[in-house]
């Protein structure tokens, strides 16, 4: 099977979504299959980032408010070049490019939806075009079933799945490890809400309490220019950008997700590492949270002193054996999403 993983993002620092790409195309190829990655320039969907080398790509203008027709031009020559069984979008250009696909050369289209909160908001014209494009697919996946319950589809058309982002699973159940050290693993944007583990640490760092942030991003002078005294104290730790982030977990006491998400994989993999997650209800992180019961949902996630509290408690629980549910193995990922590729091919989109 062919299959072109459309992104249509103009993202430049690599975030989940990017991630997400990668590992469906390095599963395609490792089971055999042949992936084809169109991705907005410059999204870091590279080698670098762990991408098989095997994987194609290619690179087209990025979108933003002014380019899509750009955009969609140029994908819709890759598609017609390349001829996939399936096209397979993420984000709503990518999503608006393979209907014109499906229309066009009448390949089955699957879109995965993975936020709960999406930027551009979801009410008014925005909102009413956003649910008529999926409802248009032959497939959605949704990451999280909070994403399911909220995401707007204008129609029964497409068959629905949720399917969890997967990560490799340690060999043997991870060891809880009490630390007040915090951690956050992420992008530094405002909807990320970093600030509440500033915070948070603020609020603790007397009684020992630290924090490292994990990511970059157009906050990141703003953000460490409001904790200088803080960083000059080695109570909070800017990292930027990394590749490999089990040497962070292997010494957090806690996952902090602030922001109102899907599901990222930050939460996935701290949980099995062994680091407990604290995130708001009404979160993707969440069911996780509730699936292992290893971290703390927080209600009134406005609440500083809520954070405060739980960053307490976890710090004081005993250790403990942590094992990641199957749903979120990459294995199951990539099992799951080849069954919806399998259930599309061959069909003639209406």
């Known amino acids: 099977m062919r299959v072109a993983l459309l ?9 989940g979504v990017e991630r997400h790409v990668i ?9 055999g299959h042949e992936a084809v990655v169109v991705m907005g320039h410059p999204c870091p969907v590279d080698a670098e980032h762990g991408l098989r080398t095997e994987a194609e790509q290619a690179r087209v203008p990025v979108p933003d408010g002014r380019s899509f027709p750009r955009f969609a031009r140029a994908a819709l020559a ?8 399936v096209v397979h979008a993420h984000l709503t250009y990518a999503l608006a490019t393979g209907l014109l696909a499906r229309a066009r050369y009448r390949i089955p289209l699957v879109h995965t939806e993975h936020f709960l909160v ?5 009410r008014g014209w925005r909102g009413l075009l956003g649910a008529a494009l999926r ?5 959605l996946i949704f990451v999280s079933r909070i994403v399911e319950r909220e995401c707007r589809v ?9 399917i969890y982002n997967g990560t490799i699973a340690p060999p043997r159940p991870a060891c809880r490890r009490p630390s007040n050290r915090l951690l956050y693993v992420g992008r530094l944007e405002p909807d990320k809400r970093v600030e509440v583990i500033l915070d948070v640490v603020r609020a603790l760092h007397t009684e020992g309490y630290s924090a490292d942030i994990v990511g970059t991003g157009s906050l990141q002078t703003r953000l460490q220019q409001s904790v200088a005294d803080l960083v000059a104290a080695g109570a909070v730790r800017f990292h930027g950008w990394q590749q490999h982030v089990a040497p962070f977990l292997a010494t957090a006491g806690a996952l902090l997700q602030p922001a109102r998400e899907g599901l990222g994989y930050a939460a996935i993999e ?10 708001p209800a009404d979160s993707g992180a969440a069911e996780i949270i509730r699936l292992t019961g290893e971290g703390v949902v927080i209600d009134e996630d406005r609440r500083l ?6 960053a307490r408690h976890l710090s004081a629980l005993p250790d403990a054996a942590v094992e990641l549910p199957g749903v979120f193995h990459l294995s199951h990922m990539l099992q799951a999403t080849m069954a919806v590729y399998e259930g599309l091919r061959g069909e003639a989109p209406a």
């Not at 204008?154 to 629905?160: D, Y």
């Open 305 to 310: 002193d809520a954070w405060v509290a739980a």
């Open 23 to 31: 590992q469906l195309a390095n599963g395609l190829i490792e089971g």
């Open 7 to 15: 992104l249509g993002s103009g993202n430049p620092s690599f975030g």
């Open 135 to 139: 409802g248009r697919a032959d497939a």
């Open 78 to 85: 890759e598609v017609r070049r390349r001829r996939p069984d």
């Open 270 to 279: 701290a949980i099995a590492h062994g680091v407990p997650v604290l995130a």
């Open 154 to 162: 204008a129609g029964a058309r497409p068959t629905r799945h949720v």
């Open 118 to 122: 999406r930027k551009s908001g979801d």
